[in-house]
Each structure stands twice: as structure tokens, then as C-alpha cells.
């Protein structure tokens, strides 16, 4: 495939060969590796806006990106950063960001850098016009940022990558990992060090956990419209099928690897073992120490601890896998994306980057947040996160996946939010209201496919 990104507001005075698409890997076949923005001069006063769904958090999120943008403020007294939560009312406030960024487009009060989801890639470049890092800012200054004393992560590196250039650097992200109340596990006569490695050892321990304790079982967070759909992408990839087609022009969610993992899930609701339950029910039932067990990204981690703290044994363990299936983890979370079509605020924005993206940053969100640091190097120095990691084997299933990830592939076109939600929508129809899952996807693959651009 061959997607080309528009550029608008800036002139370039380099031409950059593109090659071949894919997602989490390409590299330019011609790199630029002079800027094209100039720096800024250190009396030069700039002002902008930084749009992060974590300020839509309260808590943990909210604080610490509030101690960070302090912090980048007295390192940059030239650059006043305004950080604000995007624009809506959505019970996860990530699924605002899109819209948010469209109506302020269309007002022409587009914020000059954004926190944007994995799975908005291919909107967030042909749509809302991200710049390329590397042709701003030269691909050595880009790749320069990925290094520092303490490399990022190799599979996290590239997962802002499109036709061969650099849209963005990854921020935060997780890959699902099954935390447990060893507590309840003790209660429910189950051996909490040897926690359930398949779908079939999670049912019978939920149905243990809700028998005999009277609790709820498990809660996969991967099921509802509002979890998006990167989870679920990795439940179909880890029983051997794709939501979507490698090319990405076909929808195959409705194949047998989904069709499985969906009765998987709808069985478990029947027999009692999993609740009905919304996305924040679900992972704040679990930190009360309602649930055994949930799938779930680590950006809750910080939830748990808390809920857990002298109440309850919280422990943490990889996704389960289907039968001998190897797991096929797929990542959450976003990368930060310049907007802005202004030079000294598309530098101004690039120094706030980097400085998030600095090791001294990811200290603090992984120790306040539970986030995985993308600077894995991180948890082996005692001065850094060493003590920290030693301290918190909870870290110890992420970065083992780490090795098997995979990257969440957005859906393609204007239309990919109607084709994620159209497949979501048919998920929670299946699980929670016991529609039937072959048809019910089959319908929503029908209605999907009418919405895919043409080849």
C-alpha cells in the first residue's frame, strides 16, 4: 500500500522520497537530517497549547502532568505551555480527542501539540495534518531524541511511523496485562502463585472466585465500545486471526478467530463469571476488591495499588493465551503530534516533546501512573526505576510482552471511528446481551465494509 500525507502550512525546501507503508516499521529511503524550523532565539517569548487526554483523568494523571508542565516551565521560561483536556464528556476521555481537535479546527483554535491515540495514526496525519518530525526537525535530531543515555524501547520506537517518516513520538502505552486478587484467590481455594495462563483456567478460576466467594470473577476491559478496540485486537490476534487485514482494506473480524473470542466472552457473562459492567465499573469494582480478576492496561495500575493498599493481595500476571496459541499482545495508549502550521511554536513544541519523552519524565509517570516506561533501560539503574521495579513485580508481565508485541493498527479512511464503533458496538452487543456472535459481527463487518475508502 502507498498512503500519502498531505502537508499544509509549510513549504519544504527538501523533497523527501517516501517508500512503501506499514505500520511500526518503515524508514525514509532518502532521510532529511537538516531542520527545516530554526531554534529558538533565547528571548524569543512563545506560547502554546498542549491538548492530553490525561488531563480528562483526575488523580494520579492530572498531578503529575500538572508537576511536569511546572517543571518544563522553568527549564523553557520562553515557552508557556497551556496544557487542557479535549473537549467532551465521554466517560474516557481518549475517545474525545478526535472530535475535540476537529471542532477546534473548524473555530481556528487547533492546539499546537496533541496526545493522540495509536489507532488515530492514519486520521491524524491525512486529516488533522500532524507534521512529519523528521522533515521539521532533520530525522538525526528525531532519531537523537529515541537514543539519550537510556534508548527507547525497539518496538515502541516506530509505532508513530507512516510511509517512512516519523509523525509523532510514542508516549505511553501498555499492553494488557491480567491483574488478581490473590486475596480472593485464597478465599475462593485457588493457588494465587500459580495464576490461570489460558481463557479456559481464567473461566474456571472466575467461576471458583464467584461461587465460593460471592464476588465477581473476571472483568475483561476489551469488550465495550468505550475500551475502544486495541485490546480486543489483541484477544483475535492471540487466537490466530486480525480485525482487519494486513493491507488493511479488508474487514475480517467477523472470521472464526473473533467469532471465538467473542463466545469465549459471552460464555463467561452466562455462566455467571464475569459482570455486566461499563468500563469504569469494571476496573473500579476491581480496585474495591469486587472483582478476582481483570484485563487491563497499566495506565489503572495506579487505581489498584490504591484500592489494594492494606485491604487486599494485588499481583499481576501476561495475557492468557487460547490453549497453545502463543499471545499476541497489542499496544495501547498515543504518541504526542505537532499540529501546529507555526515554526516557533512547532519548535516550542518539539523542546515540550522531548523534555516528556526525557527519562527524568518517565521516572515520574511510571512511578505516579503505573505507565510502562518507553525507556525500558530505565528499570535496571538503582538511581532511576531500579529500586522502583525491584519493588513492583506488577511492572514484570508488560515488559515481558514487550518482546511478542504487536503494533494496534488503526482502522483507514474519514470513516475508521463509524468502522471501530460499528465493531465494538456488535462486541458488547454479543457479550452483555447474548446476541449471537457470528451473525452479529457478520452484520457489522457488512455495514463496516460499505465505509472502507476505496483501494
Not at 261 to 270: F, H, I, P, S
Not at 328 to 353: C, F, M, Y
Request: charged fraction near 20%; hydrophobic fraction near 40%.
Amino acid at each position: 500500500m502507498k498512503r500519502t500525507a498531505p502537508f499544509l502550512g509549510l513549504v519544504f525546501a527538501t523533497a523527501v522520497a517516501v517508500s512503501s507503508c506499514g505500520l511500526g516499521g518503515t524508514t525514509a529511503t532518502e532521510a532529511t537530517t537538516t531542520a527545516q524550523v530554526p531554534e529558538l532565539r533565547p528571548d524569543q517569548q512563545v506560547s502554546i497549547v498542549f491538548e492530553s487526554y490525561n488531563y480528562g483523568l483526575a488523580g494520579a494523571w492530572t498531578d503529575t502532568f500538572n508537576e511536569l508542565i511546572s517543571e518544563f516551565g522553568e527549564k523553557h521560561p520562553n515557552i508557556k505551555v497551556t496544557a487542557q483536556k479535549p473537549q467532551g464528556n465521554s466517560p474516557n476521555p481518549a475517545t474525545d480527542t478526535i472530535s475535540s481537535i476537529q471542532n477546534q479546527m473548524v473555530a481556528g483554535t487547533t492546539p499546537d501539540v496533541a496526545q493522540l491515540g495509536f489507532s488515530d495514526l492514519d486520521f491524524t496525519i491525512n486529516q488533522l495534518q500532524a507534521k512529519p518530525l523528521d522533515v521539521l526537525f532533520g530525522a538525526d535530531e528525531v532519531q537523537r531524541n529515541f537514543d539519550g543515555r537510556i534508548p527507547y524501547a525497539d518496538r515502541a520506537r516506530t509505532l508513530d511511523d507512516w510511509d517512512g517518516h516519523t509523525y509523532g513520538v510514542p508516549f505511553v502505552f501498555s499492553t494488557p496485562v491480567l491483574y488478581y486478587n490473590a486475596t480472593l484467590f485464597t478465599e475462593a481455594g485457588l493457588d494465587p502463585a500459580d495464576p490461570p495462563a489460558t481463557w479456559a483456567e481464567v473461566a474456571d478460576a472466575a467461576q471458583a472466585i464467584s461461587t465460593k466467594t460471592g464476588k465477581g470473577g473476571v472483568y475483561i476491559d476489551c469488550l465495550t465500545k468505550t475500551s475502544k478496540d486495541w485490546c480486543f485486537q489483541a484477544l483475535v490476534r492471540s487466537n490466530g486471526g486480525r480485525v482487519i487485514s494486513e493491507d488493511r482494506r479488508t474487514l475480517t473480524y467477523a472470521d472464526a478467530p473473533a467469532v471465538e473470542v467473542t463466545r469465549m466472552a459471552q460464555d463467561l457473562v452466562n455462566s455467571g463469571g464475569m459482570p455486566k459492567l461499563a468500563q469504569k465499573q469494571g476496573y473500579e469494582g476491581f480496585a474495591r476488591g469486587e472483582i478476582g480478576m481483570i484485563l487491563e492496561t497499566s495506565a489503572v495500575q495506579g487505581v489498584f495499588v490504591k484500592g489494594a493498599k492494606d485491604k487486599w493481595d494485588l499481583r499481576s500476571t501476561t495475557m492468557p493465551r487460547f490453549g497453545d496459541k502463543p499471545t499476541v499482545p497489542t499496544n495501547s495508549g498515543a504518541g504526542l503530534h505537532i499540529l501546529s502550521n507555526d515554526p516557533a511554536k512547532q519548535r516550542a513544541a518539539w523542546e515540550l516533546i522531548k523534555f516528556l519523552t526525557s527519562e527524568e519524565s518517565y521516572v515520574k509517570i511510571s512511578r505516579n501512573i503505573g505507565y510502562l516506561p518507553l525507556r525500558t533501560g530505565l528499570m535496571d539503574e538503582p538511581g532511576s526505576l531500579g529500586a522502583w521495579a525491584a519493588a513492583n513485580p506488577l511492572l514484570a508481565p508488560n515488559v515481558a510482552q514487550l518482546a511478542a508485541m504487536e503494533p494496534w493498527v488503526p482502522m483507514p479512511g474519514d470513516n475508521y471511528l463509524q468502522i471501530r464503533d460499528g465493531m465494538m458496538d456488535a462486541v458488547e452487543a454479543i457479550v452483555y446481551q447474548g446476541a449471537d456472535p457470528q451473525s452479529t459481527l457478520t452484520a457489522a463487518r457488512t455495514e463496516g465494509s460499505k465505509l472502507l475508502p476505496a483501494a
